[in-house]
Every structure is written in structure tokens, then in C-alpha cells.
Nanobody, 126 residues
């Protein structure tokens, strides 16, 4: 049974920081790209960040570039999202996702991912 479990969300004031974690089990994702998406209430799900299986390639959405950092620890089968300088517009449910194949290095579309976590709420107050 494949599971991706996010943690680390919560309530933070604008300008603060949070570190999200996504622990995977049931499958070895060390050779798969892994990404983060978010969905605000009433909004479409949007891409946030992705990291290649080796960690050598990363891509972040323009809205978070310079503030967020994605990383991974393959022996722990875990991917992280460090979020700094948080803004109220960052408020959303954040989802971890994993691609099934290594055909794509840094996929940025949700339909390119097969496995998803349950999401963790991030709320940034002003």
C-alpha cells in the first residue's frame, strides 16, 4: 500500500516560516521526481515545487521562488518544503506528490503525478 503523509502545516504570522515534510511508504520513490502542489479555498490546485530523483534539478513556481526551498532525503524516502517569508496568499492545503516513472525529470502538471498525500493546511495570518 503506497502512502504519502504530509506534516508540518499550521498557523503562522506573515513573514514567518514553516517546514513541511512528506514521508512516503509502500514504494521506493528514490528514483522518482517528487513535487508539492497547493490548493486555496475556491481556487484551482497549483504547482509549487518539484525536485528530481537525484536532487540535481529543482523548479519552483514564480510565486514562491526565492522564499521556498525543496529538498529530499532518499534514504528516508522523504521530501521537504522549507517555506520562508510566508505571505497570506500562501494560505492553502499543501499536497505532496510522486511521479511513477523516471521519464520526466521535473514534472509540473498535476496529471503527471500518480501518488498523492492527504494534504496539510498552511494558514498565514496578516
Amino acid at each position: 500500500q503506497v502512502q504519502l503523509v504530509e506534516s508540518g502545516g499550521g498557523l503562522v504570522q506573515a513573514g514567518g516560516s514553516l517546514r513541511l515534510s512528506c514521508a512516503a511508504s509502500g514504494r521506493d520513490f528514490s528514483r522518482s521526481p517528487m513535487g508539492w502542489f497547493r490548493q486555496a479555498q475556491g481556487k484551482e490546485r497549483e504547482f509549487v515545487a518539484v525536485i528530481s530523483w537525484s536532487g540535481g534539478s529543482r523548479y519552483l513556481a514564480d510565486s514562491v521562488k526565492g522564499r521556498f526551498t525543496i529538498s529530499r532525503d532518499n534514504p528516508k524516502n522523504t521530501v521537504y518544503l522549507q517555506m520562508n517569508s510566508l505571505k497570506p496568499e500562501d494560505t492553502a492545503v499543501y499536497y505532496c506528490a510522486a511521479d511513477r516513472t523516471t521519464a520526466r525529470t521535473t514534472p509540473r502538471e498535476d496529471y503527471e503525478y500518480e501518488y498523492w498525500g492527504q494534504g496539510t493546511q498552511v494558514t498565514v495570518s496578516s
